[in-house]
């Protein structure tokens, strides 16, 4: 196997490590491979959007999630580091309102592997960062939901210094007993 899979405080959410083969030249890596995803992180996954964001220090992107069409999301830093977070918004779940966070960035070359059914949203922690993710729906802006970053029931213990730059959208995002869920 390409990878190591291994769980979150999410059992649904899970922290892809790639084999990272190095030389004086430089390095190589595998960041996708559908069988092997499928063998080991989630079946019968289809990626149909890939995505790229570019943030500077300080920016906190989220938490997002479609209430339809939801998107699971397979994400991964490229330049910098962020501090990634999934919160589950299925009614039914056990976990229900609880989140998983996982520090991502170019050196440590995670993934993070997050289904349909969760919130998502990351704070930048380098001066920039670049965020990449496969996304396995399209967006449709009329479907995306906000869940509020500092939901005090959430309790995200985002590693912040200051106040997070927002997006007024995450600025007005619900709390978890006025938000949208899945069933």
Not at 112 to 120: C, Q, R, S, T, V
Not at 155 to 172: F, H, N, R, S, T
């Amino acid at each position: 196997m390409g990878f190591d899979v291994s769980p979150t405080e999410l059992a649904d959410v899970k922290i892809i490590e790639p084999a990272v083969f190095g030389d004086a030249r430089g390095s190589f890596f595998e960041s996708f491979n559908a069988r092997e995803f499928h063998e080991h992180v989630a079946q019968g996954v289809e990626f149909v959007q890939d995505n790229h964001s570019r943030s500077s220090y300080g920016v906190l992107r989220g938490l997002h999630y479609q209430i339809h069409h939801p998107q699971g999301k397979l994400v991964r830093v490229i330049d910098g580091e962020v501090f990634d977070v999934a919160v589950d918004m299925r009614l039914s779940s056990p976990t229900f309102g609880k989140w998983a966070g996982v520090r991502l960035s170019a050196d440590n070359y995670r993934q993070l592997w997050i289904p349909p059914g969760f919130a998502h949203g990351f704070l930048v922690l380098t001066p920039s960062a670049e965020f990449v993710y496969k996304a396995t729906d399209y967006w449709f802006p009329e479907h995306e939901r906000s869940l509020l970053w500092n939901d005090p029931e959430v309790d995200i213990a985002w590693p912040l210094e200051g106040e997070p730059i927002l997006a007024p959208k995450d600025a007005a995002g619900r709390l978890l007993f006025q938000a949208e869920c899945f069933a």
